[in-house]
């Protein structure tokens, strides 16, 4: 069995202090019984001691001395009735022969075992400290660790009539290997009786240690036995303390409390003293107070002290001084919805601390001691808090303490023998109850969230708990974040101790919560809790927030907030970056940062609800995006939110590239041009990559004259260059899709014939696509070669064959690299043209350009760059690049369009939150504040395009600028945003 963690479990985690160590609760225990202190039966105590010899210097008859020594420090307190009797020996030896350990189970000897209740308190004598080693661990029994593990144990088996049945200790014998090491260890084994006969630790007189002020002789004087830590310089322990093991007037007190002598057991006590007519009893409890002063909520964990006023002197005595913590019969941890109601083994956190609120904040002073010679005696009543270093573990709020709310000044109550004397401490200044700023809600009637995901709330009433609705989606994670407050609103861990909880909502209760922070203050933040769950499924959900003992008084105020990244504006992004996004969800702050991947990008504007960025540049695929607060470590992912360049599924189509043989050398008649298009088979993919690649080499105009290259598609999925053959016979063209994205990329191919002949003329621009009625100059390009090589000093004869045009020249001569410039003008074309380009002499070879004149009803646009932009103010827009093109299949770019375009510049709100009336959202979209708006009119280029230069000139702030393009019947739309940081 795992005795070890029975001990530790009653010893130190589940009993209370500044008072009695054990209070019985309201489960386990029979109820007639909740609420009071638990002791041993009649208060007789009856010990059995080992068979063995503690150490040379200690034999077994020694050692049996020391016991009955350190017992006697209680049992002669004259108005306790306890009383002590060495029942004889254990059965056997103790020792590692019978005490094992396999993995974390332990054996030990039948009557030894919390169930051996016939010996009720087994005391072990460790003579190598190897049965030390088997409960606690290798090396915990050497004389190394005497200071801690001289001697361990307590109470392990109780009733649930509310009394002790069964307690073990084990004295380490390595700790008594000389004489002088023994009056330290009897001092631990005099706590250790203490701690058995059911005190708990307490403070009084704690400048003992602190040092402020500087103690006196009366202060070690008063000092406890049952104090709760010693500083580990104190060895020997004389070092530190004058009688270390003597009990003092607040042991006595506490001690009296569990066993009073009354006339009903004092035939059972001879010597002893009837408590009630020899002592006196000062009892009341620790209220906050309101704005007037009356009295509200009980107080838990305020150390109330009691000190007798020194008749010669009239000041409070140092040594004669008793402690009481409030709410010490009170539960101080009854679990909570988020973190359940049980402790590691399984068992209710309520077996032990009543839940009787008329006891919650109760301090008892029972059996204070009356000078000799007097009937009567004043004591001073205050309080102070309880020292979170050197108090850890006094009082029902162990061992995180919580500091008093507000102030008391000390008052002077006079007490005469057999008094019962009530005396309330109300806390002056005290936190006042405060409204939320919602409405009350339960489990099951939870509220909304606050629109912005941010509220500063308190844990008012003892097991108040704050629960909130809200929707989320699954393959998301949040942060909920809870932030405990003192009263200036500052973090502090000395109030509230905030957990979380989330539940689906139509989870009809699960406690522990599914999701929830197992401890408070989680984090590296001081005094900040915080849970991160990842959502499954979509659904409505509930939050909690609750103190993690279940506790709730005015001073437990909390800063909330639910960080939660909901929704995405885009689910396709450029992988070349500058695509505008937006986020929306709740809790975001000015500090958010948003990455895609693992790529961080610069936030333009945030607020609550929303949050506005251009994704960075990135390799094709899919990636997720996240929120987080580098300040708090919030974060909260959306998975696979949003897809650079191209997805897996997504493919290629050839839009044009086949042609006639094309003389090496030269261009060849149409370009290489693929769209990249989505899986439904039509959408085009803008900002994809795509590589091109031939076999043999080529001359791609898109990669600067090499054979191979990636670039991104246009905003219409289109990847477009001219080739320029260097080898005759086939050559290969392949565009691969986001190649360094996937490993079987989809992929078009295209076959050119390269030609070779003694000489041959090729045209640059041979088919042409002209806006009707347009008037303008086009370059004309003719290349003269031999065998691929250029031809210079060739005349070349241009001649206009069909249609109204005219030559800038009849004739130009080629240059070095083979070309024969000239230029035609077309004026107010009307229709189509066709112009023809000869070498000379012999008019042998020729090739004609083509001219097509384009009505207004037969033109369209494509856009091909800038139409969505977002960046930050002073950094400079890019064009917005559109194309005209005819309406075929495939469209062809057209030449001298006339492109209407319009724009508004206008100043935003860019991330406005929704505001909250009487618990209604109401969205805000106020109507833009319009700076400036213009109307003109472009031509497009020789390459069907034009490029729109804007700008938010001198506007302040957020700068919208939105617009239209159109030509024909094609009407491109732009909007492009520049936000104040």
């Not at 895609?596 to 945030?606: C, D, R, W």
């Not at 246009?714 to 260097?726: A, H, M, P, Q």
């Not at 020789?942 to 000139?953: D, E, K, T, Y």
Request: include cysteine.
């Amino acid at each position: 069995m795992k005795l070890l963690a029975s001990i530790i479990l009653l010893s130190s985690t589940l009993g209370h202090a500044g008072g009695p160590q054990y209070v019985a609760g309201s489960t386990y225990f029979d109820p007639a019984v909740q609420g009071t202190a638990l002791a041993w039966p009649e208060g007789v105590l009856n010990y059995s001691t080992d068979r063995g010899d503690l150490s040379p210097v200690v034999p077994g008859a020694a050692a049996d001395s020391l016991v009955a020594t350190a017992v006697s420090r209680w049992t002669s307190i004259p108005t306790a009735a306890v009383s002590a009797t060495r029942a004889g020996q254990l059965a056997e030896d103790v020792s590692s022969a019978n005490v094992t350990t396999v993995g974390s189970a332990v054996s030990l000897p039948a009557d030894i075992l919390p169930s051996a209740v016939s010996t009720p308190v087994a005391i072990v004598y460790d003579a190598d400290g190897k049965v030390t080693d088997a409960l606690l661990g290798t090396g915990a029994g050497s004389s190394a660790n005497c200071f801690g593990n001289s001697v361990f144990g307590g109470v392990d088996n109780y009733g649930t009539d509310g009394h002790f049945l069964h307690a073990l200790i084990v004295i380490n014998g390595n700790c008594a290997q000389t004489s002088a090491q023994v009056p330290d260890l009897q001092y631990h084994l005099v706590r250790m009786f203490g701690r058995l006969l059911g005190l708990g630790w307490s403070q009084a007189n704690v400048n003992v240690f602190t040092r402020n002020p500087v103690p006196a002789a009366d202060d070690f004087n008063g000092l406890p036995v049952m104090h709760a830590t010693d500083p580990i310089s104190c060895v020997p322990i004389s070092r530190c303390y004058p009688n270390a093991d003597v009990p003092k007037t607040d042991d006595s007190s506490v001690l009296t409390y569990l066993y009073p002598v009354t006339s009903a057991n004092l035939a059972s006590f001879p010597g002893k003293q009837i408590t009630a007519d020899n002592t006196a009893r000062i009892h009341g409890s620790v209220f906050f107070t309101d704005s007037t002063g009356a009295a509200t909520q009980p107080m838990q964990g305020v150390n109330v002290v009691a000190r007798l006023i020194d008749p010669s002197s009239g000041k409070a005595s140092r040594s004669v001084v008793a402690s009481s913590v409030s709410g010490f019969l009170f539960s101080g941890n009854a679990g909570n919805p988020a973190t359940g109601f049980s402790d590691s083994s399984g068992q209710l956190l309520t077996r032990f601390g009543g839940n009787d609120t008329s006891v919650q904040g109760f301090f008892d002073f029972a059996g204070l001691e009356i000078p000799d010679g007097s009937n009567a005696a004043q004591f001073q009543i205050s309080v102070e808090p309880i020292d979170p270093n050197w108090s850890q573990f006094v009082g029902p709020y162990s061992p995180n303490q919580v500091q008093p709310s507000g102030a008391f000044t000390p008052v002077i109550v006079t007490v005469a023998r057999g008094a019962n004397v009530q005396q309330d401490v109300p806390m002056e200044n005290s936190a006042l109850v405060t409204q939320d700023p919602f409405p009350a809600s339960t489990y099951n009637s939870p509220v909304g969230l606050p629109p912005s995901g941010d509220w500063t709330a308190s844990l008012s009433g003892y097991g108040d708990g704050d629960y909130f609705t809200f929707p989320a989606k699954a393959n998301h994670t949040l942060s909920v974040e809870a932030l405990a407050l003192d009263a200036s609103l500052s973090p502090t861990d000395g109030k509230a101790q905030p957990v979380v909880g989330m539940w689906a909502l139509e989870d009809p209760g699960t406690f522990p919560a599914p999701a929830n922070t197992p401890l408070a203050f989680n984090t590296q933040n001081f005094g900040l809790s915080r849970l991160d769950a990842r959502i499954l499924t979509t659904t409505n959900f509930r939050v909690g927030i609750f103190d993690y003992r279940g506790d709730g008084r005015p001073d437990y105020l909390y800063r909330a907030r639910v960080f939660y990244a909901d929704a995405v504006s885009v689910s396709r992004a450029s992988a070349g970056g500058g695509t505008p996004f937006s986020i929306t969800g709740i809790g975001f702050h000015r500090n958010t940062v948003c990455a895609f991947g693992s790529t961080t990008a610069a936030v333009l504007a945030v607020s609550a609800s929303r949050l506005i960025t251009a994704t960075p540049p990135a390799r094709d695929g899919i990636r997720d995006v996240t929120l987080s607060d580098p300040a708090s470590g919030s974060s909260s992912t959306i998975s696979s939110a949003v897809t650079f360049g191209a997805a897996a599924s997504d493919g290629l189509k050839l839009i044009s590239g086949a042609g006639p043989a094309t003389p090496i050398g030269s261009l060849a008649l149409n370009p290489f041009k693929v769209q990249v298009i989505a899986a439904d088979g039509s959408t085009p993919v803008p900002g994809a990559s795509v590589m091109l690649n031939a076999t043999p080499a080529v001359a791609f105009s898109a990669c600067a004259g090499a054979s191979t290259c990636t670039i991104l598609s246009d905003d219409n999925g289109s990847v477009s260059t001219r080739v320029k053959l260097i080898a005759a016979g086939n050559n290969t063209l392949t565009a691969f899709l986001a190649p360094a994205s996937y490993p079987s990329p989809k992929s078009v191919q295209l076959t050119l014939l390269g030609s070779s002949s003694s000489l041959a003329i090729s045209l640059d621009n041979q088919q042409l696509w002209v806006a009707q009625g347009a008037t303008v100059d086009i370059p004309l390009s003719a290349r003269v070669l031999s065998n691929g090589v250029p031809v210079s000093s060739r005349t070349v004869e241009f001649q206009v064959l069909q249609g109204t045009a005219s030559l800038a020249a009849p004739a130009s001569v080629s240059d070095l690299s083979g070309i024969a410039s000239n230029s035609v003008h077309l004026a107010n074309l009307g229709g189509g043209v066709l112009i023809s380009a000869c070498v000379m002499p012999g008019n042998v070879p020729c090739q004609n350009f083509s001219v097509t004149a384009v009505p207004a009803s037969a033109q369209s646009l494509q856009a091909v760059s800038g139409t969505r932009q977002a960046l930050a103010s002073g950094q400079t827009l890019r064009p917005v690049v559109v194309r005209v093109t005819d309406v075929t299949s495939p469209p062809h770019p057209v030449i001298g369009a006339t492109v209407a375009v319009q724009d508004i510049v206008s100043r935003i709100d860019p991330a406005s939150d929704p505001l909250n009336i009487g618990g209604i959202l109401i969205g805000r979209n106020p109507a833009p504040v319009v700076i400036t708006s213009s109307r003109f009119a472009m031509i497009s280029d020789n390459n069907g395009q034009i490029a729109i230069v804007l700008s938010p000139g001198n506007a302040s702030g957020s700068v919208q600028i939105q617009g239209t393009a159109s030509a024909g019947v094609g009407v491109i739309g732009f909007n492009l945003q520049s936000f104040a940081q």
